[in-house]
């Protein structure tokens, strides 16, 4: 069994760097205008707490505070019901829910928090893609 060094940011992830590096584009993972919402059966509108815009959602999650960037992410139609809870959530960019598996959230989550790489994303709201771009830190 190896030792690993303990400054390396990949020490409890299953992926290794090499899996990140890159650019990649998650789709329609983004809250957006067109996010599913409940509508009421009798009335055939949507309730108040789940009438929302791409807006109000961005201005929710960069409302909260965290040393780490949030997204906006779209709530369930049962969460939006059962709690009557607004059509969108906020997470960490590299949430598993945007990224599609808890491999990936780690991998990005430790190159996020380390100084040897670069990790940028854009979150394009009308499109609902979430696009991640790692590189290290000493490559131009």
């Known amino acids: 069994m190896t ?31 067109d996010t599913e919402t409940p509508v009421n059966v009798l009335t055939g509108e949507t309730p108040a707490h789940s009438r929302a815009t791409v807006e109000e959602a961005k201005g929710f999650a960069s409302s909260i505070d965290t040393d780490t960037p949030q997204i906006a992410l779209p709530a369930s139609v049962e969460t939006q019901i059962e709690t009557q809870s607004k059509p969108y959530t906020a997470a960490a960019f ?7 598996s808890l491999e990936l959230h780690r991998a990005y ?12 994303f854009e979150a394009n709201y009308e499109s609902g893609d979430l ?7 000493d490559e131009p």
């Open 3 to 33: 030792e690993e060094p303990a400054d390396d940011p990949f020490h409890d992830c299953e992926l290794n760097p090499d899996a990140i590096l890159g650019t990649r584009t998650f789709e329609d993972v983004l809250f957006t205008d």
């Open 94 to 100: 590299f949430h598993f829910k945007a990224t599609g």
């Open 109 to 120: 989550h430790a190159a996020y928090d380390s100084d040897v790489f670069i990790v940028d």
């Open 131 to 137: 696009t991640i771009t790692v590189k290290r830190a």
